[in-house]
């Protein structure tokens, strides 16, 4: 559905994007993950052709974005991150505008009725957008990128600003319109990120630093993991029992807590015990009092990954710079110095 190749943007000397590609698939939830700056925005600005590309193409439904961008942006919604909205009018007004910009040939009135209804603003139609909360106005945003049912939604930091309940409410919606939507999710929050996204896509100084699902980037980076489990049931059946289940490599005892004990469990690579260790402790009816692993958060994969792409940026750098200096000659050293 989307096709990102070679995308590189430069002001004057500077990137802000540099050698990206990714591709996303029909009916995908891509979530691009960075911090304020990483390059996302740009990113999004190109594929939906607001911004023009250094070098690299973007195609979107098989159109190329400059070369045929009234075709490609018939397959985009897009709301920024400050949604284009006038105050003065009121939602129905504002959707109504969105509606003959976008040239729709549609029944305008039953449209714009079932956008709202999907995005959950039918009971605001009447009122002014100036009046309406910042999840409302969120809403509505959303809705003029849905009018039109386009295949693809562009979302960028789409709960910015907004309290607890309200971000809890668009996350929802999102994995709603996942169903019948392509979707790119830009976002600085990483449990955003990782409650909707099945797919990241990790940027860091406008580079790509990852790219996979938050489990699978989770795993890659976990260092010798296990489960921790406390178990009420007699400790040496207990011990048999784990040792059994199969891709269980290996089991210790951490000693006794809340009157029953814990088990540190080392499964073998990729085995996920999980279920099997429920399974059996059920047919024994032993209870599981507590279960969890020491896979790192998507947080600390991304602090980790970060921390990495800038060690190597500095020693590509000394690099860099020692090779210049081996290459001056002894006359232009002593004129520097002089």
């Avoid at 809890?168 to 019948?180: A, C």
């Amino acid at each position: 559905m989307i096709e990102v190749k070679g995308l590189t943007k430069r002001y004057g000397v500077k990137y802000a994007v540099e050698d990206v590609s990714f591709s996303v698939g029909e009916g995908e939830i891509l979530g691009l993950l960075g911090p304020n700056g990483a390059g996302k925005s740009t990113i999004m600005n190109i594929i939906t052709g607001y911004l023009s590309a250094t070098d690299g193409t973007v195609t979107v439904g098989g159109y190329d974005i400059l070369e045929h961008p009234g075709k490609a942006k018939a397959h985009i919604g897009y709301l920024p991150e400050q949604p284009p909205l006038y105050l003065d009018m009121t939602v129905e007004e504002y959707l109504s505008f969105s509606f003959q910009l976008k040239k729709l040939r549609l029944n305008k009135g039953e449209h714009i009725r079932e956008v709202c209804q999907k995005v959950g603003i039918e009971e605001v139609q009447s009122r002014r957008i100036g009046n309406l909360s910042r999840g409302y106005r969120q809403r509505v945003g959303l809705a003029q990128a849905l009018l039109g049912s386009p295949p693809v939604l562009i979302l960028d930091e789409p709960t910015v600003g907004l309290d607890p309940r309200q971000i809890t409410d668009i996350r929802n919606l999102i994995k709603d319109l996942g169903k019948q939507h392509t979707i790119i999710l830009s976002s600085h929050i990483l449990p955003e990120v990782q409650a909707v996204c099945p797919r990241v896509v990790m940027i860091h100084q406008g580079h790509i630093i990852a790219d996979g699902s938050p489990h699978s980037l989770a795993n890659s980076m976990t260092v010798g993991r296990r489960l921790y489990a406390r178990i009420d049931g007699p400790k040496e059946q207990v011990r048999s029992l784990l040792e059994q289940i199969a891709g269980v490599e290996e089991v210790e005892e951490l000693g006794p807590r809340e009157g029953a004990f814990e088990w540190a469990i080392l499964p073998k690579e990729e085995a996920d015990v999980r279920r099997p260790l429920f399974f059996a402790l059920s047919r024994k009816r032993w209870p599981l009092l507590f279960l969890q692993d020491n896979e790192m958060s998507l947080e600390e994969v991304f602090l980790a990954l970060t921390a990495r792409a800038e060690e190597q940026a500095r020693l590509a750098a000394i690099e860099m710079r020692d090779e210049d200096l081996e290459d001056e000659s002894p006359g232009e050293a002593e004129e520097e110095i002089v």
